[in-house]
């Protein structure tokens, strides 16, 4: 990737880095979010490079640098990046605490992470299911990190939470039907086990077989079968890297955590899915709507 | 001497897949549990139309599904039996060890017009034609799922996937842990048991399969089999985005042969023993959303064992002399290799355009004994290339288009095209117009066969050789190395749907296609010595007309039980074209397909772990196999199975005991049955037949 440079006006001195893991349609989308929300004057000149193009460049002329992706955050282990202003982005938390605990993060930095808050899925299934009284939870043993707080939001909204563990079970197939007859739907978070399409194509089998929706968080998962989705796009996370950064060393609204998770996300509704299972969802729309106004009302 | 070479080369191929399979084991451990691509990742649908992930109202021809529970409801014990199940497909039996699975055109029991693939390895035999299902290393238990493409689809796969294919997709390592036994035990000898172990060590998931089957074939024929399988499969995940998977394994076994010829003393009962083994590597990186790389090498060996002596044959007397064949050393031995290397990219082009594309190298080896091929080894090396694409315009409108060409050099370069648009007039429903060609390479016993006895004559008193006699030529089929392929043109308007969302799902399939150069066999004049003058050679001579419609639905009711329902009406014309002008003489109604067949499976699940499968399917008229008459045909058949199963629990452990009866409304004739019955007292008949299954998965 050649260097992309952005002139804005001359009223700040910040000389912004951008490292994506990759030039690829993911952060190329990611980028055009940053782009799209720097504010005009928050920076001298942005330069944009993929993971695999930095080894030898010369970072003393930047003052901050967003890191987008575990390839790029790797590339930079070990680089000197003191008195540097650095957000790490596009990151599983999975993957943040692993470079974490690799030794591979400067001490001070802010991350935004891309794992919806376990409450918004909570919500998302009782706006589109107001009858729902019990959700399964299938998790590998990556997703099984969310299990506990997934339990107290559940206990909160007085439902039923029916967890499995997916990894460890001989019997995949008799396990995800004790789950699905006993849920009215099924949620499942991120995961390298669910990453393997035969497995989910037996998890969206057994979703179809029983009639009980599945909640996930990716569009694809979407189009493959489930009936909810839950994410926030690549450009999202590129808006509020771009505001996160538009906030670095100066007053903001709100100040910005050392870790956030995704401010702006999307929902979708497979209504051919919906349909076919019987379910009256309310649209995709609503149901953002809905989940917007109560993050809003979310104390800050 | 052979062999021995060929196990060299074996070797060979184990020693270049081991350092791949150490390098992916040694991959770094230095990845995190979970990548961003995760999160924007793609899932995929089917594949087996276009070799993308598409959902079957965007596929451009009809795809049928064969799913689990299908599989299970149906009762079938051998993996051709559930191709009754799909509109227009024929299933036939020559002895109780040769299943043939043919669509819209069956010549005989070798179905060269079918591609089976298993996890995306080509299992056609390219040196006889046909699939060797007996000795496949791979039992029914193993498959998730079968796609069967309902017509021409060289464009993605090739030659010889030339009436349909079939993409066996077995089920994943990860899904089946533990151990597991299971055993059937039945009439016609059924004795069978299967073993499994399935396992993980930190990113290696595998699975492990034995198989041991044994049955007696037809009731009233010699034609048992002893199978012995093994498998092993394997995936590692070298990172994230990386998959290696692997696959081998080996069947063998001893089957009866029955003669079968006109001479009977040409052809005693006798033992063969086939053995065919194979092994499989791919590597998979998902680039993107949507897109991936793969490369994939596999080998496929396959041999038959097949040697004999003739009995003594008294062609004339006179004088007091007998002028007598002696008993011939026959070697009907066969070996082939697959050699077989590919390359796929999945890419996403622009908005609504992507592509699947590659190319790759093939190598098949084939020798023939001396009575098959004359102990002449053939090669047939394949140059292909590939691309798909598949256009969302704008919605309602999709197009898919594609191409494959290759180059063998036996027969030549040929391209096979396709392009179909869909009218998608909601999400769940599309119409679509496909036109598509197709080729099928002559198999190398059509291209180089030398199918033939031969041997002294002498003349006898008594039991003394008093002279001796001319030697003695008995030939049949010769290929002359001068045939080329056959070809298809197909046209396909098509609906899929849901009419009725979340109960009724529909596919209606109107067809047709032309079929040209198809191989057959003319005689020629007959060599001296030859007994019966059955001398012919291999050429391009046949012409068929397929027209049609075929209906596929399934029905969901309340208490979630379904119905499968497929039905096919075939119109199948031979025409007989003017050889010196090649314009069409007469068109006849050729029986080679049934005019009418139709396949019912209802399945329910019942409380208590209890669950059943009902199956009907009828077949009319069809003209038997090797018959040159079309009058030669076999009644209509009425064929009923039934199942009755129960899951339970025995101290955690989960026990499956199932009940099938089999063909309960009485006994039918085979494909192979109507030759001249003066040779054959023994006809080829399916019975009414019961087993037993007991299946045990442990903790």
Known sequence: ?300 | MRDTKNNKKHRCVGLVMLPLVATALHASEMEPPLSEQAFWGELPVVMSATRMSQPVVDAPVAVSVIDRRMIEASGAREIPELFRLVPGFMVGYHDGATASVSYHLSEDRYARQMQVMIDGRAVYVHAIGGIAWSTLPITIDDIERIEVVRGPNSASYGANSFLGVINIITRHVVLDRGTAVKTNLGDEGVREVFLRHGGTNGKLDYRVTAGFVDDDGFQERFDYKRTQTASVRGEYTINNTDILAFDAGVGTGPRGVENRSTLNALSPNREKTELQHHQQLKWERTLGVGESVAVQFYHIYLRNFETFQTLPITLASSGGLDWVVEPMAVDFGMYTHRYDLELQHNVNIAEGLRAAWGGGLRDDQVWGGANLMAETEVHNHLKHAFMNLEWDVSNPWLVNAGAMIEDYSTTGTNISPRAGVNYRFSPVQSVRLTGSKAIRTPSMYEYAAKYAFFGPSNYYSGSTVVAPGPAIYQGYDVGTRQVGVEKITSFELGYHGMPIRGRVELDVKIFHDDLDDLLGTRGVSPVPGDLDNRHSVFVNRNVYFIRGVELESKLTFDDNSNLYFGYARIKNDRILKNPVTGNIDAIVDSRRAPKHSFSLLYMKDFSQGYSAGIGYYFTDKVQSWDSGSADRVRDPVRRLDLKLARKFEVLSDEVEIALAARNVLGKYEEMEVLRPKTNYAVLNEVYPSVYVSVKVKLD
């Open chain 1, 1 to 300: 990737m050649g260097i992309l440079a952005l002139l804005f006006s001359a009223t700040a001195h910040a000389r912004l880095l951008l490292i994506t893991s990759q030039d690829s349609p993911i952060y190329q989308e990611f980028q055009r979010g940053v782009l799209g929300a720097l504010v005009k004057g928050g920076v001298d000149e942005m330069d944009v490079r993929s993971a695999d193009d930095i080894a030898l460049l010369d970072l003393t002329p930047y003052s901050a640098i967003i890191i987008a992706g575990f390839d790029a955050a790797k590339a930079l282990a070990g680089r000197d990046l003191l008195n540097k202003s650095l957000i790490y982005t596009m990151l599983p938390l999975s993957s943040y605490e692993w470079l974490h605990d690799n030794g591979m993060l400067m001490p001070q930095h802010k991350l935004l992470y891309i794992d919806q808050p376990p409450r918004r899925y909570v919500q998302l299934v009782r706006s589109a299911m107001p009858e729902t009284a019990a959700i399964g939870y299938l998790h590998g043993e990556t997703s099984a990190a969310y299990s506990d707080e997934i339990k107290k939001i559940v206990d909160v909204a007085k439902l039923h939470l029916i967890q499995a563990d997916l990894v460890t079970s001989n019997k995949l197939s008799n396990l995800l039907k004790n789950v699905f007859a006993d849920s009215d739907a099924v949620l499942l978070l991120p995961d390298p086990f669910f990453y393997n399409r035969r497995v989910v194509q037996e998890v969206l089998l057994a979703s179809f077989r029983h009639k009980r929706p599945l909640v996930v968080y990716s569009e694809s998962f979407l189009k493959a079968g489930a009936m909810l989705a839950l994410f926030s796009t690549p450009e999202q996370i590129g808006r509020q890297t771009a505001e996160m950064f538009n906030c670095l060393g100066r007053p903001c609204y709100s100040a910005i955590a050392q870790r956030s998770a995704p401010k702006y996300f999307s929902v979708m509704v497979n209504e051919v899915v919906a349909r076919q299972m019987g379910i009256k969802s309310k649209s995709a729309e609503e149901l953002q709507r809905y989940l917007e106004s109560v993050e809003t009302a979310l104390p800050r």
